[in-house]
């Protein structure tokens, strides 16, 4: 059967539903129940008398301008702030109801320790509670204990980046700082590191001037991240032309003017033939190409062997639409191929870095790198970081060599912290050597690849501290749990890497004088434990305030003057003024990537398939998405955000589960070759017959979460990890952790 007819006969049964399908899956009924709970809920709100603090949202890393309404010690409202010139004043459905977690009755609120020494999904920790002191005494004493007899580095840090917490590990002697980017993005990075940058991807795109978008399955409505929500819906309002390349029917696919339902991890076919006929048919922006790029006939001579004939057997899709979609590209400007994080380009596929490299290439063919319509790089305010305003002490000597390999990956390990899909292995095989203790802060089991085997791990370690707010399934595991303020209870200030089209800081003052419960920041957690460490020396006159105010004051502002801003925000609407010069080795864009050659890697994106493929066992391929309502696995316990969305689903094209003899609801057993999980089957139209798609964030088995405990399951549990050793043999520049990289079967349970 031919690319052409195989595509035929999927395009037949999707198209049946099309815009039906996509709104039963998130927006038809999420947006109603959200707005009924919310006026069912509200308390009334006398804006006169009511309180305004100014903050910025920190459910995800947008950082959207808020301004909090405060009656009588209690926060009642949320608005966004109409300054804030990117966010436009609103937010997004999870910036409203994270008041639902704020005051969420199962939250962590005072310092706990283990008493049941045993650790697993069935056993209660029985935690007792203990003071603050008596905490942080425990942890420095026990990570003194394992640093004298096994080392510094003996002891793991996992949690995004933060100065305090990294100076405190280098004190300490430790390289090992994991965290989540390579299950995230670092795909994407690695492409305009290579290409454009010299350090990572642009966050910020200028979509509501883009006449054609075109997504790779990149659901900027789904996600609902707030600023990308406005940009897509105004440009939708102005004329421009949306097409999605998805296996899956999301949000975005079901508001666009066409869905191309693609053959999971063949969007680098799809793209190669594009860039053939871009460049065959001499169609792209010669201007911008001839002056701010370097290496088009490089480009030219190798794309010549990838047609669109060639992209039809791979994908599914017809030459002559990939054909027409590649013009419609080139001839419609502005156009634009946005990416974000957990994409067809993020670190799904073992081909998904040269899907990102080929994505690049395309936006600078159209020269829509850096100017309107396109992804603008950042315009921020240079802050200085920790050592330049409080230089330390020599630090001691450490080993190298880390548990997860990160510091043998020749380009990510410059600026990216570790890798998710290796530090199981590393652990529970002592490779290169014993890891005996961690402090984990915001992340849980859930997150991990393999999440099973991540779990094991953990529970391998001789002494695990968790800082959080809720009590997730890592908390269980914990021997001293350090508990966290929600984001509104704290201070600080944002340099918002979404805002680069309109630059401006954001400022966060905390709703109340005292938090609801007996909690502490994390950077002064980290600076009472390293002087109960004997290791205040490389914290001299630091604090959280202070550095605020020397970083601040290095931009022309400070603290206090900030405090006092009317408006919460700092920064004026910058005219753009587009670069002409790039972070690369010369200067421009380099559609050729001499980086990537450097280090032994392909400077242009030859094709790869992905790394498994359907068999008689697992026939079908597997997708992830994520409901609007929730923030990765964060959420599910907020009570709203519950009512809306409270557990996942199989995900299958009707048709085929009418074959397989399944319905709508039916309990099925999805397998792959690491584990099973067991949920509800969801039957639509609008998915591939040959794909199954599970929502992230679910199966929770955490007991002290009311709500979230024991609904759906986790996509986690399917997907494999790597030994190091498998892992560098992906040669992957952007070292993803291939998260989708993987096929299933599906059977009534």
Not at 521 to 534: N, P, Q, T, V, Y
Not at 562 to 580: N, V, Y
Request: overall charge neutral.
């Amino acid at each position: 059967m031919s690319g052409r007819e195989r595509f035929k006969l999927d395009r037949r049964d999707f198209i049946k539903t099309t815009v039906g399908a996509g709104l039963a899956a998130g927006v038809g009924l999420g947006v109603p129940k959200f707005v009924r709970a919310q006026e069912q809920d509200a308390l009334p709100l006398n804006e006169e008398s009511a309180k305004v603090v100014p903050s910025f949202c920190g459910v995800c890393s947008g950082g959207c301008a808020i301004q909090a309404y405060v009656q009588n010690g209690r926060v009642v409202h949320l608005k966004g702030n109409p300054h804030d010139q990117a966010a436009t004043g609103r937010l997004c459905v999870k910036g409203y109801n994270t008041l639902e977690t704020l005051y969420d009755p199962d939250r962590v609120k005072q310092p706990m320790k283990r008493t049941n020494p045993n650790k697993g999904e069935n056993e209660d920790p029985k935690f007792v509670e203990i003071s603050w002191e008596e905490a942080i005494e425990t942890v420095a004493e026990k990570f003194n204990e394992i640093r004298e007899e096994y080392g510094g580095h003996a002891i793991s840090f996992f949690h995004r980046s933060h100065p305090f917490s990294e100076r405190l590990g280098r004190a300490i002697g430790t390289p090992n700082f994991i965290a989540h980017q390579s299950t995230c993005f670092t795909t994407q990075e690695a492409a305009w590191h290579a290409m454009v940058t010299g350090s990572g991807k642009p966050w910020t795109y200028d979509l509501e001037n883009t006449k054609y978008i075109l997504s790779f399955g990149c659901d900027l409505l789904g996600k609902a991240k707030n600023m990308h929500m406005q940009n897509v819906t105004n440009a939708l309002r102005k004329g421009a032309k949306l097409v999605v390349l998805d296996p899956y029917q999301s949000i975005t696919a079901s508001k666009a003017h066409e869905w191309i339902p693609i053959k999971p991890g063949t969007d680098l076919a799809f793209t190669l033939a594009m860039i053939h006929v871009i460049t065959q048919e001499k169609l792209y922006d010669k201007e911008f190409v001839e002056k701010y790029t370097t290496g088009i006939e490089e480009v030219i001579s190798f794309a010549r062997r990838y047609t669109p004939e060639w992209a039809e057997e791979l994908t599914d899709v017809p030459a002559d639409v990939i054909r027409r979609i590649a013009r419609e590209f080139a001839q419609t400007p502005p156009a634009h191929i946005p990416s974000h994080k957990r994409d067809a380009a993020g670190p799904n596929y073992v081909n998904s870095t040269k899907l990102a490299q080929s994505q690049v290439l395309l936006n600078a063919l159209v020269g829509t790198i850096d100017r309107p319509g396109g992804a603008m790089l950042p315009r921020n305010p240079r802050l200085p970081g920790m050592d330049a305003i409080f230089p330390p002490p020599a630090f001691p000597d450490m080993v190298t060599k880390r548990i997860d390999g990160w510091d043998e990956e020749p380009i990510m390990h410059t600026y990216y912290r570790g890798n998710m899909a290796t530090v199981a292995d590393g652990i529970l095989n002592e490779k290169p050597y014993p890891v005996k203790a961690a402090l984990v802060r915001g992340y849980n089991t859930l997150t991990f690849p393999n999440a099973k085997r991540m779990t094991e791990a953990f529970k391998k370690l001789d002494f695990l501290v968790v800082c959080e707010i809720i009590p997730t399934e890592l908390v269980q595991l914990a021997d001293i749990v350090f508990p966290e303020p929600h984001f509104l209870e704290t201070s600080s200030f944002a340099n918002r890497g979404y805002h680069s089209m309109y630059p401006q800081l954001a400022i966060r003052l905390p709703v109340s004088e005292t938090s609801l419960h007996n909690t502490k920041g994390f950077g002064s957690i980290i600076l009472e434990l390293a002087d109960k460490m004997g290791l205040g020396r490389y914290f001299e006159g630091v604090s959280g305030g202070k550095f605020d105010d020397e970083r601040l004051k290095a931009i022309g502002t400070s603290w206090e003057e900030f405090k006092q801003s009317p408006t919460g925000l700092w920064g004026d609407e910058q005219a753009l003024e587009p670069r002409e010069e790039f972070n690369t080795p010369s200067g421009k864009i380099e559609l050729y990537a001499t980086v990537f050659e450097k280090y032994g890697f392909d400077p242009l994106p030859t094709w790869q398939p992905k790394l498994e493929m359907p068999s008689e066992e697992y026939p079908f391929y597997f997708v992830i998405n994520r409901p609007i309502v929730h923030k990765m696995a964060a959420t599910q316990n907020n009570r709203i955000a519950h009512e809306i969305s409270p557990e996942n689903h199989a995900v299958m094209n009707a048709d085929k589960a009418a074959e397989m003899g399944i319905k709508d609801g039916d309990e099925v057993i999805v397998k792959s070759k690491v584990n099973e999980v067991k949920l509800k089957a969801r039957l639509i139209q609008g998915i591939r017959p040959d794909t199954i798609m599970i929502e992230h964030g679910f199966g929770h088995r955490s007991k002290a979460l009311r709500l979230a405990d024991g609904k759906g399951a986790n996509d986690g549990d399917l997907i494999p990890d790597f030994s190091v050793e498998e892992f560098k043999k992906l040669r992957d520049p952007g070292a993803g952790a291939c998260m989708t990289d993987v096929c299933l079967s599906i059977r009534k349970a």
